[in-house]
């Protein structure tokens, strides 16, 4: 093999286990961004959550996020994710037609020096109203509280952050500002934010 082609991947370790074969690879993890306009302030509020001492970065805050279960999708396990840490049944809210989840993640973070090698697949979930959020559903000592920030640049600097989703926010408030500024913020931003973050990822659509 000529140095061109050489990668810089190294093979999968391997374990046999009660005669199955188990693979020690990276884990699958999912963000979800949950959205809703809030009409009364004229700006957009996020869903996040001050995580507990029974899990790493106690007293940060984070969007609602977690790993993938055998046997789910990604788009369920944002579901679960958000039901679990936030209570908030996204099925039920989408049935109702209160919520949308994107089918496609806006961003896939693989990078191998990224946190803990995860893959990282972000979600933005879209709801037309401000529904309360519950900690009922959450392992105990996972989520301290609950609460609906504005999009802000502001109100992102007050608390400190796990997992860069202060820089997740960050671009949202740079989004929306940019369309306040110009008179186009409304409920549809959302998905304007979104159709620009996929024409990003695949610039010959």
Known sequence: MSDSTRFNNRINPRFQVDGRVLYDSRSVAVTAIVLAYDAGVGSFRALVGERGEAVDHSGKWCLCCGYLDWDESLQEAVRREVFEEAGLDLRALEAAGDAVVAPEPIFLQSDPAAHRQN???????????????????????????????????????????????????????????????????????????????????????
Not at 130 to 147: D, I, R
Request: charged share 30%.
């Open 119 to 205: 893959v990282t697949a972000r979600f933005v979930i879209e709801l037309c109203r401000l529904v309360e959020p519950s900690t009922a559903n959450a392992e105990p000592g996972e989520v301290v509280q609950l609460k609906w920030i504005q999009v802000t640049h502001a109100e992102i600097a007050e608390r400190p952050w796990a997992f860069h989703h202060d820089e997740i926010l960050g671009e949202l408030a740079t989004f929306f500002e940019r369309e306040k500024n110009d008179g186009s913020l409304d409920a549809g931003s959302t998905r304007r934010f979104y159709r620009a973050m996929l024409e990003r990822r695949y610039p010959f659509a």
